[in-house]
Structures are given as structure tokens and as C-alpha cells.
């Protein structure tokens, strides 16, 4: 298996939209009652979030001198 840089901002992400899949397969499963609308603010607040934690993890990788990932400049 490869090896890969983390990356915070897609696991922002990533747990924002599970959130969302979590609510809309509980009101499915019968377990509560989610209005329709309810997506927009979990997806685009998520969004919102990843998007800053992708530029502040940018801005520190920049100023470490990291920018590549790998030592070097290899992959």
C-alpha cells in the first residue's frame, strides 16, 4: 500500500457528510424525525470548515518548508 500525505481538510469533510448520511438514515430507519432542509447547513458548514482547515494546514505546510511531502522533492 502507498503511502499518502494526510490531508485534514478532506477529513473534515469526510466526517461532515458521514453526519449527514447519519441523520437522513435515522429519520429512514424511524428512529427521529429530520426536515428535508436540513442537509444544507451540515453539508455547506462542513464545506465551509474543510475548506479553512485545508488552507490553515496549507499555510503551515508553507511556512515548515513541506511543501512536497516528501524529502527531498521525491515521491
Not at 29 to 36: D, F, H, Q, S
Amino acid at each position: 500500500m502507498l503511502r499518502h500525505e494526510f490531508q485534514p481538510g478532506k477529513l473534515v469533510a469526510g466526517l461532515f457528510l458521514t453526519a449527514t448520511a447519519a441523520v437522513y438514515a435515522g429519520d429512514a430507519g424511524g428512529l427521529w424525525e429530520a426536515p428535508w432542509f436540513a442537509v444544507v447547513p451540515l453539508v455547506v458548514g462542513g464545506l465551509c470548515l474543510a475548506g479553512a482547515t485545508a488552507a490553515l494546514t496549507r499555510g503551515i505546510r508553507r511556512r515548515g518548508g513541506a511543501e512536497g511531502g516528501a524529502e527531498g522533492g521525491q515521491r
